[in-house]
């Protein structure tokens, strides 16, 4: 199992409606989350961050904590076309001073 | 506040060649990340310093290597070119401990082995 998941898409969703992105994670001491936005050639820049379970919403991003089933989520409400991007899950992993990243989804927000 | 900056932007050398990738880090942060990002795939965890440090690498050849300089900003050399490694290089400089550690990234440097 990788240390961190993510489904590659691309996720493609209409203009105005919800993104969903996931993120799975396997080791269960992890208490540090993020949500990283990258755009084609550009560096991965920060949105969020979460490390209480339930919901944390900035804007129009809420991320989503559930520790008991090891996954993230980031949800994007009222999607923009510039939103379109690759979203990076990353989760610091305690013991080793670094942190892992998914390999990201990409999501294609359709005008 | 200033970002973390890298430098030079584009870089072009020959295989066999070396290369040389700086990057300074947010004022106050102390600790610096090197990662490789290959043309479509995810980020690779390179190298990570801390005040002055090595503190841990990734699954990487020796002829990947690095330095943090008293200052707090890094060096990342790269010896003997190959191919696979044009890539996107990218630090992060990182606050907090734990947990709570955040990094924030700079610009990359993409770097181009003909």
């Known amino acids: 199992q990788k240390e961190v998941e993510q489904n590659s898409g691309p996720l493609s969703v209409p203009e105005g409606a919800i993104a969903s992105l996931n993120c799975t994670y396997s080791d269960r001491v992890s208490q540090s989350f993020f949500w990283y936005r990258q755009y084609s050639g550009k560096s991965p820049e920060l949105i969020m961050s979460?490390?209480?379970?339930g919901d944390k919403e900035d804007g129009r991003f809420t991320a989503q904590l559930n520790k008991a089933s090891q996954y993230v989520s980031l949800l994007i409400r009222d999607s923009q076309p510039s939103d379109s991007a690759t979203y990076l899950c990353a989760v610091p992993r305690r013991g080793y001073q670094k942190v892992t990243f998914g390999t990201g989804t990409k999501l294609q927000v359709i005008p | 506040e200033a970002g973390v900056t890298q430098s030079p932007t584009h870089l072009i050398k020959t295989r066999g060649q070396q290369a040389t990738l700086r990057c300074s880090p947010i004022s106050g942060h102390t600790s610096v990340y090197w990662y490789q990002q290959a043309l479509g795939l995810g980020l690779q965890f390179l190298l990570w310093y801390d005040e002055g440090e090595e503190r841990n690498r990734g699954n990487f050849p020796p002829r990947f290597s690095g330095r943090q300089f008293p200052n707090y900003s890094s060096e990342l050399n790269v010896n003997a070119l190959e191919l696979e490694d044009s890539a996107l290089y990218l630090c992060?400089?990182?606050f907090g401990t734990g947990d709570q550690e955040t990094q924030y990234f700079g610009p990359g440097t993409r770097l181009l082995v003909l």
């Open positions: 979460i490390y209480s379970n």
């Open positions: 992060a400089s990182s």
